[in-house]
């Protein structure tokens, strides 16, 4: 497992932690974690939240053989993470209006697939 901050571009987490909406620290970075394991040739990778589907695509990329799993909402779970492109023109892409306000930011999936790289073998 690999534990790191992912950064927090989103005043309403912020809002959140401060409020006591939610027991969390919203800092600049937002401390979160993935995981890989195997369960005989069966290869499973978390993601920290709900992802978009190429995440799951590049995650797959990352093992080598047998049944690979992505585990959506596997040790926490930061809203959507979503591709930067859906930060830069949100009227271009169906529902990116709601799924950006509703994520940490358009770094998280750069971020995140950094931490898998690291700890996929």
């Not at 271009?92 to 073998?121: F, N």
Request: glycine fraction near 10%; charge should be negative.
């Amino acid at each position: 497992r690999k534990i790191f901050g992912v950064p927090n571009q989103n005043p309403l987490f912020t809002m959140m932690g401060e409020s006591g909406l939610v027991p969390r620290e919203f800092g600049d970075t937002i401390k979160t974690e993935v995981a890989w394991f195997a369960v005989g040739p069966a290869q499973f990778a978390t993601h920290l939240g709900e992802t978009a589907p190429e995440f799951a695509t590049q995650t797959r990329a990352l093992m080598d053989t047998g049944p690979k799993f992505v585990l959506g909402l596997g040790l926490d779970h930061l809203g959507y993470i979503c591709p930067e492109r859906y930060f830069e023109n949100t009227d271009a892409i169906p529902h990116a209006k709601y799924l950006v306000s509703m994520s940490p930011g358009p770094q998280a999936g750069g971020t995140m697939m950094d931490a898998l790289a690291a700890i996929i073998p």
